[in-house]
């Protein structure tokens, strides 16, 4: 079923076939009936003709024996008056007869009907060319004898002889009685197409001519070739011979092509074996073609109009599933809310295509919408949705027929103009930007967004279309940083992402392969004493050599890879920490650094607390130093983590601590046990009032909430005199130590003092 749906013309095909099959056997069979009933009616006419036939002649016959019988007796035919009296009574009696006539056995008329006129002037029958023949030998038959059909010129009649032997009681021919059967009278009901010959001498005995000039046909025999040709048909067909068919008087049928005049003619046959004669029936096979061709134009119309019929009902079906394919089509590749080209058709579509647009170049134009999200999150999906379809409205306008636009996915479109210098290229991306930046109107609100647009060209770029996209994908990153700008994919580029999968690619086994281990840098309390540890996570690749941490943090965030590295990161700085409190016998603070993505993880908590309890690292000596920016994310999910966390006994501190968003009013709000104030701050305390303003401020505000203040990047003693100054509570800085390996904070630790 699901080939013919494929092909739906294959079935037609085949139903044409079948019909055609049909249409052939139905004409084949209904010419083969009309055949039949074509033989059966001549046959059956042929045996009423030659029945007709043969009574006629016997009656005749028995009529010439009662005749010869009576004029013989006594020797009546002496008495020429009387005898012709009889003959002629029996004439206005019997009209089929032409005329009488009685003959001695030498062939000498003894009187004949009148209307023979003067005996005297009768010839003699043996010397008569017409009746000398069958004369002679009906003399010595028992039976009649059936002569010659011939034109009497005197009786005016076309007229058979027939003429029965008289003969004596010991057998002796006295006399021959004969009579001429007028043939149009005698046979008048014997159709026009039947007709009779002679077996002695095929001489024609009645034809369709009976009664015109042309009655030669009746004088010479039909033609050798002929009977020859008549007798070869009937023993093929009949596969036996013309000799047993005489004997049964079988009627049989042939057809038959008469050459002479080049029409084939059906001929039923049937022989009177009393009379030796040959009856003839001949139709012209034309009839019987006729009646075939009538009948084959019925069907063949019938034909003809069924699979029109048909072939209109395909068309439909076939319109039908090709309209529904298309929908199909369209339906897979377009994107329902914007009726744009989706993802499906450019990966599945476009990107097969390819080839064909091999030898042309482009740029793909990777468009992302800034701030899209907040129109979701804030206004609902419903105004996202409008939103959506009026920047692909928008981006529309950008299109010429050839391109391709493409919405990739939620704020995300594709456009791919075919079209690579660089001036055009880029006077396209900023008018898109201006025009997509534009404010939308929707209800009563006025949307505003921007976009940024990645780009890369082929053939330039890259070879394969993957790369292209994903090359104008990290283009758009870049002008994602700076937002509602463009960005051209380029080298540098190309080699910072190579680089970053490099890194991405290294990390994934950098746990495994132990390439990853912590640094302790040392904090200090205001007496001078060791307070606690900062761990910092330090990688060192084969590859890569040492990269630093704020390098692959961002990319172990980006990648997913964070979780498995935060996890190790908590591990090993827990486990070293107790091994050297253990051996120094004295517990000091670990802080430990959470990135923001690390601290969304969903079983963040449970891990930690999970690895501590292993560990059993004592939660009073743990501070989780986060980022402002984690207050970014869902606000009342991080106060409440911090809540749990807090419940721990396990402090927080926040690292960075001015650069980033957190306000007063939220400080307060914050379960925070700790800020440490940002390095750049500290770095610029000594000549730059500003930052020491600030640095003062911060300390007082932590101050005011209870907080612990630690400065970082301490590196000089005016720096630390200044802080101290300042009340801050804790130092941190290569003024007093750089990160140090495990083994070197012990000895640290030892030597300290
Ligand atoms: P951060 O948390 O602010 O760490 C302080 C950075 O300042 C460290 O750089 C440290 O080595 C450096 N530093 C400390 N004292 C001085 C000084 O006197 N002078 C100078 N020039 N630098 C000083 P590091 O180790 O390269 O770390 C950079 C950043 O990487 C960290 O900033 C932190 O954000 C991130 N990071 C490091 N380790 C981890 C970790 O284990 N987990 C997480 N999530 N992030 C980490
Ligand atoms: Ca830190
Ligand atoms: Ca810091």
Redesign the pocket.
Known sequence: MAILKKNIWSLFYFLIIIGLAILITSIYSTSKHIENEYIQKQKALLKTSSAAIYSTFIQQEMLLDILGEQLTQNENYKSLDKSRKILDNLLILDSPIAAFGLAKANGELYVTSSNLKDIKKLPNLLEKKETKESFKYALDKDYMVIGRTYYHKVLESLVIPIRKAIKDKSGNTIAVMTAGINVNKAFNTIPKSTLVFRELDYYNQITEIRDDSKLEVYNFPIPKENIELIKRSVEKKYKTSIEEIKNEERAISINLVRHHQKSEVLSTLKYIKRYKLWIVNQNKMENFYKDIIEESIIFAVTFFVLMLVLYYLFRIIDNFEKQKQKALYHQATHDYLTNLHNRLYLSNIFEKDFKAYKNKSFSLLFIDMDNFKSINDNYGHNYGDEVLKKISQRLQSFKKPKDVLVRYSGDEFILIVFETKKDKIKKLASDIIQRVSEPYPIDHYQFILGASIGISQYPIDGKNFDEIKRYADIAMYEAKKEKNTYCIFEDSIKHKYLKSSLIEHELKTAVENSEIY??Y?PQIDKKGELYGV?????WENEKLGFV???QF?KIAEASGL?SK??EH?IKT?LSDIQTIQKQINKKFQLS????VK?FMEPNFYENLFAIVEKINFDRLKITL?V?ENVFIEDLDFIINLLNKIKKQNVKISL??FGTGYSSLSLLKKLPVDEL?I??SFIDDILFDKSSESMVESIISIGKNFDMLIVA????SKEQEQKLTNLDCDLF????YS??LKKEDLLAYIKNYH
């Open positions: 912590m640094a840098q900062e761990a910092l996570v330090r630093p941490p704020d943090i964070m590295l935060g990161i700085s430990i650094n959470i990135s690390q130093e980022t690292d960075d440490k940002d390095k970082e990047g301490i590196e941190q800085g290569y003024l750089k990160p």
